[in-house]
C-alpha cells in the first residue's frame, strides 16, 4: 500500500512564492510518477505538472508554465519519495486545494485512474 501525504499549504498574498510537498512512501515508492493537480470551488480537477521515474517533466497546462516547477528528491530510497511544486507569482486564481498523486510506472502520458492521491493542501492567494 502507498501512502500519499501533501504539506506546506497556506495563505500567500499575490506576487508571492509558496512551494508545496508530497511525500510517497510505501515499497517501491521510487518507481512512481508523481504529478500535481489542483481544484478550485466549482471547477473541475486540473492536472499541472508530472514527473516520472526518471526524472522527465509534463506539463499539462500552458496557463502556469513559468511560475510552476516541480522535482523530486535525489535520495531515491526504496521505500520513500519526495516530490516538491514550487509556485512562484501566486495569483488569487491559483486558489484551489492542491493535491499529490502516485502511478506505478507510468511516463505522465496516460490516465491517473489507479492512481493513489493525498488528502490535498489548501492554497488560499489574497489578493
Known amino acids: 500500500q502507498v501512502q500519499v501525504v501533501e504539506s506546506g499549504g497556506g495563505l500567500v498574498e499575490a506576487g508571492e512564492s509558496l512551494n508545496l510537498s508530497c511525500t510517497v512512501s510505501g515499497r517501491n515508492a521510487d518507481r512512481y510518477q508523481l504529478g500535481w493537480f489542483r481544484r478550485a470551488p466549482t471547477k473541475e480537477r486540473e492536472a499541472i505538472l508530472c514527473i516520472d521515474r526518471f526524472d522527465k517533466i509534463t506539463a499539462y497546462s500552458d496557463s502556469m508554465k513559468g511560475r510552476f516547477g516541480i522535482f523530486r528528491d535525489n535520495l531515491r530510497l526504496n521505500a520513500k519519495t519526495t516530490v516538491y511544486l514550487l509556485m512562484k507569482d501566486l495569483k488569487s486564481d491559483d486558489t484551489a486545494m492542491y493535491y499529490c498523486?502516485?502511478?506505478?510506472?507510468?511516463?505522465?502520458?496516460?490516465?491517473?485512474?489507479?492512481?493513489?492521491w493525498g488528502q490535498g493542501a489548501q492554497v488560499t492567494v489574497s489578493s
Open positions: 498523486a502516485a502511478d506505478w510506472l507510468g511516463d505522465c502520458s496516460g490516465s491517473w485512474d489507479g492512481a493513489f
